[in-house]
């Protein structure tokens, strides 16, 4: 019933920034946990930000200090700030949603997830 839709991803020069959106209908953002994989080609899907509910965030080591999630709950939007972005940084970039806490050892779990976004592709030259 949830879905996602992202937008904001482009093409950037190194060291630049971007801010990724992901729109959410048929449940409010305010009742669902959320997060931000990206997926590269030939590699995993990996876990990049976490927001629960009430707020709190986590990051994988490669971003943390970088990128910034947070949501506004009045637009029923995530988003995902990047700054200095680097070419490892070149990804789909896919939001991802579910109404349950998953637990400590499942926040960057894509099986986790019950509600994905289609992706948006970032580029960093």
């Known amino acids: 019933h949830v879905q996602l839709v992202e937008s904001g991803g482009g093409s950037v020069q190194a060291g630049g920034s971007l801010r990724l959106s992901c729109a959410a209908s048929?449940?409010?953002?305010?009742?669902?946990?959320m997060a931000w994989f990206r997926q590269a080609p030939g590699n995993e899907r990996e876990g990049v930000a976490y927001?629960?509910?009430?707020?709190?965030?986590d990051y994988t080591h490669s971003v943390a200090g970088r990128f910034t999630i947070s949501k506004d709950n009045a637009k029923n939007t995530l988003y995902l700030r990047m700054n200095s972005l680097k070419p490892e940084d070149t990804a789909m970039y896919y939001c991802?949603?579910?109404?349950?806490?998953?637990?400590?050892?499942?926040?960057?779990?894509?099986?986790?997830?019950?509600?994905w976004g289609q992706g948006t592709q970032v580029t960093v030259s």
């Open positions: 927001i629960a509910i009430n707020g709190g965030t």
């Open positions: 991802a949603a579910d109404p349950k806490w998953l637990g400590l050892d499942d926040i960057f779990e894509k099986h986790a997830y019950k509600y």
């Open positions: 048929g449940s409010a953002a305010s009742s669902l946990y």
